[in-house]
C-alpha cells in the first residue's frame, strides 16, 4: 500500500474516533495548508454526509487577506458550519496588552481566543493540523493530547497511546486536542495535497511582494509592518512555505507559480519549514514546548 | 513508496539516539537550521563538533538532563520506504514507553554496545518485543570502533544475541555490525570492516518484508460512529462507519450484530461515498443494513452463522502504567478497538521477572511496569479473538474509572 494511503487512512480512522467518542468535537481551521488537508480528509471520509462537526478559526486580526478568503470560499464548497472567533475580542474582554514592536504578533494570544471558544461551544475535542516533524516538543505530543481547563500541555503526563486504540475519556473541563496527521512529514502533506488536486491559497505560488529583510528572511509589508529607517524596501518574487500570521510569517524568494514547481523548491531546500518562515520559534530553544504548556495547538 | 514503523530499544549509553541521528543526518532529513542549533548546543554541553544524539531530545528537561523521558517520533525516507521511528527510552523504569512504542512497529532496532555484549536490559527488551509480536528483529552491535572492528567480537556476541533471542522466543534476527558514530554499516558500506558481507541497517530496514494486507478468514467489522446526517437530502440515511479488520463484506450478504447477535442483510456498502458492490481490503467503510437496528459505537458486525456469544472471562498479559497499584477485584474500564466495558481483574495468576523470564506466583499487586497475567471478567462480552487472524481482538487496553488514565495494555491469550 501506498504511503499516502496508509496515512490517509490513519488520519480517517482517527477523526472517526472522536466523531464517535466526542460530543462537541470541532475541526481548527485556518486556510493553511495543513488544515486543509485535514478538511479534505474528513470531507471525504464522511460522505455522502457533510462534515458532522464544525470548523473552527482564530481570527488574530493578522491572518493573510488570501487566506481567510479561502477559509470563507473552501468551507462554504464543504457545505460546512464555519465558526470564527476573533483575537481581538479576547484582548478586550481579558484585558489583555497588544503585543509590540516592529513585528507585533499575536500568535501567542490565539491560546485565549481558543480557550473561549471552547467554553462558549462546550468543545470536548480540537482536531489540528500539527505534525511532529515540525518542532522537537511535537514530535513528542502523543496523538490524542488531553488539556486541562487552562488548556495546558503536561509532556511528563501523557497517556501511553497503544496500537490504534485511542482513551478519549476526559473529566468536566478538559478537552482532547488530536492531532490526525502527526506522523505526516511537511513532503507528504504536499504530495497528499498534489495527488488529491486540492486547491491552495494563491499565496502559496510565487507572486510579487513588497518585503523587507530580517535577518535571512523577507517579510512582506503590510498595514502591520512599516518600515523603518535602514531597512531596504525591495520588490520580490516570493511565496509562502507555511501560512501563520502576517506578522510572524516570513515569505521566501521563489519562481513556483505551478504545484509540481513548489515542490521541486521544497525538496531542495536544505532549511526547515519552521525555520525558513516562522519568526516566533527563533525566541528560544524551547519556544513551541513553553507556548504549548500554555495552552497553544 | 509504502512505510515501516519500526523501534530502536537499547540502554542510554547504548548509542541508540546516535544511530537514529545518523540515519536522519546521512538521508538529510536534518535541515541546516536544526544542525546549526545543535552544533551550538553540542559545544554548549560538552564542547563537541556535532551531537547527534541530542537530535531526539525534544523537552528541556531532556535537554538538561541528557535523557529520553518520553517516546520520540522521527522520519525520514529513501526512495524505496518511508520510515518512522519510535524512539523508546532505555531507563528500566520505563518499560511502558517502550510497550507503547512497540506496539505500532513492525520491526525493532536492539542497541547492543560491543564492548558489553548482551546484558540485562538487552533481555528486558527482547521479552517485551517477542510478547508485542514484533515480527522483525534486529540487532546493531555498536561501537565496532572500540573493539577494533574485530570479527571474533562480533561472532561471539552474534551467539549471544541469538541465545538471547531463543530464549525470548523472538522471530530469528538480523545481526549487524556497527559503529553508530562514525557511521559504519549505518546508511552505507565499511572499510572497516571487510570481513563482513551483509546488509547495512538502512538496507536491511529497506528491504524487510512488510504485510499490510488484511487478513483472511472471518468476516470482522468494528463500528466506529453511527452517521445519521438527518439532513433534508439524506434525511433516513444511517451508515454504520468503521475498519474492516479482517474478511470482507459484501452487498446482499447477512451479517450478524455482536453482541446483540440480531441478524441483518448489507444494503449498501461505500467508501469515501463511492458505491460498492463489496469491500476490498482494509479501510473504512459505511455501511448500510435493510434492517432498523439498534447498533450503536463498539458493535461488531461479524459473519453470521459464526460469532457465538463470545467471551466475558478470559486470562490475558498486562503490562502496567500506572503508579497507582493494580489489585484482584479492582474495577476498570477495558477499551478494545472502539468497544468500551466495565471489567474487573478477578484474579492475578503471576508476574514474570524480566531478568530471567521466571513467573512469580500469584503476587499481592501489580506495580507500575510489571508484566503480569490475569484473569479478567467483563460487563460486556468480547468477540472470540483465539482462533482468528484479526490480531485487534487480542489487544485492548484499560482504562482508570476516576483518573481516566491509561492504565494498562491488554493482550488477550
Same mark, same amino acid.
Request: charged share 25%; glycine share 10%; hydrophobic share 25%.
Given at each position: 500500500m501506498n504511503h499516502l494511503d496508509t496515512l490517509e487512512r490513519e488520519a480517517m480512522h482517527i477523526m472517526l474516533e472522536v466523531a464517535g467518542q466526542f460530543a462537541q468535537p470541532a475541526l481548527l481551521f485556518s486556510g493553511g495548508k495543513d488544515s486543509i488537508v485535514l478538511a479534505h480528509i474528513a470531507s471525504k471520509l464522511f460522505r455522502p454526509s457533510v462534515i458532522p462537526f464544525p470548523l473552527l478559526h482564530i481570527d488574530t486580526?493578522?491572518? +493573510?487577506p488570501e487566506a481567510l478568503f479561502f477559509r470563507d470560499a473552501y468551507s462554504a464548497g464543504l457545505g460546512a458550519r464555519l465558526i470564527v472567533r476573533y483575537v481581538s475580542d479576547s484582548i478586550e474582554k481579558h484585558g489583555l496588552s497588544e503585543p509590540q514592536g516592529k +513585528?507585533?504578533? /499575536?500568535n501567542g494570544l490565539q491560546s485565549y481566543t481558543l480557550l473561549d471558544a471552547i467554553e462558549e461551544f462546550g468543545f470536548d475535542a480540537c482536531i489540528g493540523g500539527a /505534525? /511532529? &516533524?515540525?518542532?522537537k516538543a511535537r514530535a513528542k505530543e502523543r496523538i490524542f493530547s488531553v488539556r486541562d481547563e487552562f488548556g495546558t500541555w503536561d509532556p511528563k503526563n501523557q497517556r501511553p497511546e497503544l496500537w490504534? @486504540?485511542?482513551?478519549?475519556h476526559i473529566a468536566r473541563g478538559q478537552n482532547m486536542r488530536v492531532f490526525?496527521?502527526?506522523?505526516?512529514?511537511e513532503l507528504d502533506v504536499w504530495h497528499y495535497i498534489r495527488r488529491e488536486g486540492i486547491e491552495l491559497p494563491s499565496i502559496y505560488f510565487a507572486h510579487e511582494r513588497e518585503v523587507i529583510r530580517l535577518g535571512n528572511r523577507w517579510m512582506a509589508t503590510n498595514r502591520f509592518i512599516q518600515p523603518e529607517a535602514g531597512d531596504t524596501v525591495l520588490r520580490k518574487k516570493v511565496r509562502y512555505r507555511t501560512v501563520g500570521d502576517m506578522t510572524c510569517t516570513a515569505a521566501v524568494e521563489s519562481e513556483a507559480t505551478t504545484l509540481d514547481a513548489v515542490i521541486a523548491e521544497i525538496q531542495a531546500s536544505t532549511i526547515s519549514e519552521r525555520g525558513e518562515?516562522?519568526? &516566533? &520559534?527563533? @525566541?528560544?530553544?524551547a519556544a513551541m514546548e513553553d507556548r504549548k504548556k500554555n495552552g497553544y495547538f | 513508496m509504502d512505510i515501516l514503523r519500526f523501534l530502536t530499544a537499547g540502554?542510554?549509553?547504548?548509542?541508540k539516539s546516535t544511530l537514529i541521528g545518523r540515519l536522519l543526518y546521512d538521508r538529510r532529513q536534518i535541515f541546516s537550521d536544526q544542525l546549526e542549533l545543535l552544533r551550538r548546543q553540542s559545544k554548549a554541553r560538552d564542547?563537541?563538533?556535532? *551531537?547527534? #544524539?541530542?537530535? %531526539?531530545?525534544?523537552?528541556r528537561a531532556e535537554r538538561a538532563q541528557g535523557i529520553t523521558i518520553d517516546v520520540a517520533y522521527k522520519y525520514f525516507s529513501t526512495p524505496k520506504r518511508k520510515f518512522i521511528i #519510535?524512539? #523508546?527510552?532505555?531507563?528500566? =523504569?520505563?518499560t511502558r514507553n517502550m510497550v507503547t512504542a512497540a506496539s505500532t512497529a513492525q520491526a525493532v532496532i536492539f542497541l547492543i554496545d560491543a564492548r558489553k555484549g548482551v546484558i540485562e536490559q538487552t533481555r528486558r527488551h527482547l521479552y517485551i518485543a517477542a510478547m508485542m509480536g514484533i515480527r522483525h528483529f534486529i540487532f546493531?552491535?555498536?561501537?565496532m570502533d572500540l573493539v577494533g572492528y574485530s570479527e571474533a567480537v562480533y561472532q561471539s556476541i552474534c551467539l549471544q544475541c541469538r541465545q538471547a533471542v531463543e530464549g525470548a522466543q523472538g522471530p530469528v534476527p538480523l545481526l549487524i555490525p556497527v559503529a553508530a558514530l562514525p557511521g559504519d554499516l549505518v546508511t552505507g558500506p565499511s572499510a572497516n570492516m571487510p570481513w563482513y558481507h551483509g546488509p547495512s541497517i538502512l538496507q536491511a530496514l529497506e528491504e524487510l518484508p512488510v504485510v499490510q494486507d488484511i487478513p483472511p478468514g472471518e468476516t470482522c467489522f468494528h463500528v466506529q460512529y453511527v452517521n445519521r446526517? =438527518?439532513? #433534508?437530502?439524506?434525511? *433516513?440515511f444511517r451508515g454504520y462507519m !468503521?475498519?474492516?479488520?479482517?474478511g470482507e463484506i459484501i452487498v446482499g450478504q447477512q451479517v450478524q450484530v455482536f453482541p446483540s447477535q440480531q441478524v441483518a442483510r448489507v444494503k449498501s456498502i461505500r467508501m469515501e461515498g463511492v458505491a460498492r458492490e463489496r469491500t476490498l481490503g482494509t479501510g473504512i467503510y459505511t455501511i448500510e443494513l435493510e434492517e432498523e437496528l439498534d447498533i450503536t459505537r463498539g458493535d461488531y458486525l461479524l459473519r453470521?452463522?459464526?460469532? !457465538?456469544?463470545?467471551?466475558t472471562e478470559f486470562t490475558a498479559q498486562l503490562c502496567w502504567f500506572s503508579e497507582k497499584a493494580g489489585r484482584a477485584g479492582m474495577k476498570v474500564k477495558l477499551q478494545q478497538n472502539s468497544m468500551l466495558t466495565r471489567a474487573v481483574i478477578?484474579?492475578?495468576?503471576h508476574s514474570v521477572?524480566?531478568?530471567?523470564?521466571s513467573h512469580n506466583a500469584a503476587p499481592e499487586q501489580i506495580n507500575l511496569n510489571d508484566l503480569v497475567s490475569v484473569r479478567i471478567r467483563t460487563q460486556q462480552p468480547m468477540p472470540r479473538?483465539? *482462533?482468528?487472524?484479526?490480531a485487534s481482538l487480542k489487544q485492548a487496553i484499560l482504562i482508570d474509572?476516576?483518573?481516566? =488514565? %491509561?492504565?494498562a495494555a491488554v493482550l488477550i491469550d
Open positions: 486580526g493578522h491572518n +493573510f +513585528f507585533p504578533s /499575536r /505534525r /511532529r &516533524d515540525e518542532e490504534n @486504540i485511542y482513551n478519549g490526525p496527521i502527526s506522523n505526516w512529514t518562515t516562522r519568526i &516566533d &520559534d527563533q @525566541i528560544s530553544e | 540502554s542510554v549509553d547504548d548509542g564542547g563537541s563538533e556535532l *551531537d547527534l #544524539a541530542l537530535l %531526539t531530545d525534544g523537552l #519510535a524512539d #523508546a527510552p532505555g531507563h528500566v =523504569q520505563y546493531a552491535i555498536n561501537k446526517p =438527518q439532513s #433534508a437530502n439524506l434525511h *433516513d !468503521g475498519s474492516l479488520l479482517s453470521s452463522e459464526e460469532s !457465538g456469544e463470545g467471551n478477578t484474579g492475578i495468576l521477572n524480566l531478568d530471567d523470564y479473538g483465539e *482462533d482468528s487472524n484479526t474509572e476516576v483518573s481516566n =488514565q %491509561t492504565i
